[in-house]
């Protein structure tokens, strides 16, 4: 069947108000849930799923997916103005985004977030329509020895994060990885530092971490330097940026969007590992690579493109071959099973419809969440006029209540404040909090891999695979430049006036 007659049976999918009317919805929902602390895109489309029960199986996956596109979205709201990630790949964006919202530029910090997120959907979905079953079987070749290189190259990122300092950011993600051992080993079962708690036999909960080190601990150090007289901003510029602004990034977007795509092909990879890989890639092209971590509309653009068109990328390996490519993908892949459909090469032959309309239905839900965004962040931004006094408390509040909602666990909540504990003494002392978060998210992803691939080949292994290989000399290399960059910076002259780089 030709590409133009399959799209003609996806749009007649939804074209009439009640397909129109679900995406609509469905793209509210997901902005609503993605920007509240604790509920993630897995979580906000399983919510879902039993009211899809009663739909067609059409209606029902064009309402999930649409859900599914916005609140990867959703989560940069939060993250920008209130420095509290809605999802985990939002971390990233909280980088520079709330810092622009500290210069009173919020406006700005949420535009470009959205815009970037629109295009990065819309790139994934075109890569997604074109590509899904080549890219597919591609990804589906990578040994256990690719994923390793693959994580360790994202951890190699941590030194386009250090600020000036790569040994404080070392450290950090160290004791990421450290706080990723904890649990039940992935491979013997054996259950380590755990000290008896059963609580600690599944490790801690992401969420809960990413809320305490990102919200958690800003408000620790409000409550620290609190004079008792509450400060309101008194200029909050809620303009987008201008053209001139979005064409100068522009190319940043569309690398963004390609390699999100690309990661999110990878089953396991996600949006937060597209995100942290897309936003250090981005650094090192930049021209003005000492804005990022300040304020850099690119920073936001780089992390947010690459987060939503990691979306399409990891409906490649479900629709085409059956296979979840993160979470939120298999609690779609269950919702298919629900309405008796299997996903995988015969589904586009028995039931283009239920494909093409999927493809369809990304199309106009970028579309929608376009327009819902430009009209919402006027309201959105009126939350940083809150008083200080009312705004922390409220942050303190909508954390916790976040951290209990993810597995209805009060130990998620001590987690969390333990975690804010944490985050609050590193930024004291000048320990960024990003790489923590990096090397929990990917530790699970390198110890498993790195053992199985061992287990299988040998050490050996990681020389004999050629792209294993290449990866891992692109991660050493990216590891150790900014590291030479700042040795030769030390070397030179005091003479010349530049600050000698701490190492």
């Avoid at 604790?38 to 064009?62: C, D, E, H, K, N």
């Avoid at 997604?128 to 690719?146: E, G, N, T, Y």
């Avoid at 609190?226 to 987008?240: E, F, S």
């Avoid at 919702?335 to 589904?347: C, K, Q």
Wanted: aromatic share 10%.
């Amino acid at each position: 069947m030709e590409l133009v007659e399959s799209f003609t049976i996806g749009f007649s999918v939804i074209l009439g108000w009640k397909p129109l009317l679900i995406i609509v919805t469905g793209v509210i929902f997901g902005i609503l849930a993605g920007a509240m602390p604790g509920l993630s895109p897995s979580t906000a489309v399983a919510l879902l799923v039993p009211f899809s029960y009663t739909m067609s199986p059409a209606l029902a996956l064009i309402l999930l997916t649409s859900i599914y596109i916005a609140s990867n979205y959703g989560g940069s709201i939060t993250a920008v103005l209130i420095n509290t990630p809605g999802t985990p790949s939002a971390a990233v964006t909280a980088m520079d985004g709330y810092p622009l919202t500290q210069q009173g530029k919020a406006g700005k910090g949420l535009g470009t977030a959205l815009v970037a997120s629109t295009i990065g959907g819309a790139v994934g979905v075109l890569i997604l329509i074109l590509f899904a079953v080549p890219l597919a079987r591609v990804a589906l070749k990578f040994s256990p020895a690719d994923y390793c290189a693959l994580a360790l190259f994202g951890l190699a990122t941590v030194a386009s994060m250090s600020r000036g300092n790569v040994i404080k950011s070392m450290v950090a993600i160290l004791f990421g990885l450290l706080i990723k051992t904890i649990g039940t080993d992935p491979i013997s079962g054996v259950s380590r530092f755990t000290f008896g708690n059963d609580m600690l036999y599944d490790g801690f909960t992401l969420i809960p971490a990413l809320i305490g080190l990102f919200a958690i601990s800003v408000v620790f150090s409000k409550f620290e330097t609190w004079t008792g007289v509450g400060r309101v901003m008194d200029k909050i510029d809620n303009k987008l940026p201008s053209m001139q602004e979005f064409l100068k990034i522009k190319y940043t977007i569309l690398r963004s969007s390609i390699i999100g795509t690309i990661i999110g092909i990878f089953p396991g990879a996600g949006a937060t590992i597209a995100a942290f890989i897309s936003y250090d890639m981005s650094k090192r092209a930049s021209k003005e690579p000492e804005k990022f971590g300040h304020g850099s509309l690119e920073g936001v653009a780089a992390a947010e493109s690459a987060n939503s068109s990691s979306v399409g990328g990891a409906l490649v390996p479900l629709l085409a071959l059956g296979i979840p490519g993160s979470a939120t993908d298999a609690v779609l892949l269950g919702a298919f099973m629900l309405h008796d459909l299997v996903p995988g090469p015969m589904l586009f032959q028995d039931n283009p419809e239920i494909v093409y309309g999927i493809f369809s239905a990304l199309i106009v839900a970028n579309i929608v969440m376009l327009f819902l965004g430009l009209y919402g962040n006027r309201l959105f931004i009126k939350v940083v006029s809150v008083p200080e006094a009312i705004m922390y408390p409220v942050i303190l509040a909508i954390a916790i209540i976040g951290s209990f909602a993810v597995n209805g666990s009060m130990f998620d909540v001590a987690a969390c404040i333990g975690f804010g504990v944490v985050g609050w003494f590193f930024k004291r002392y000048g320990f960024p909090v990003a790489p923590v978060v990096l090397g929990i998210v990917l530790g699970k992803m390198v110890e498993e891999n790195f053992r199985r691939a061992v287990m299988m080949d040998g050490y050996g292994v990681f020389y004999r695979d050629k792209l294993a290989f290449i990866v891992l000399l692109i991660a050493f290399f990216s590891f150790v430049w900014p590291l030479y960059k700042a040795w030769r910076h030390h070397r030179q002259p005091a003479t010349s006036g530049n600050d000698e780089a701490k190492i």
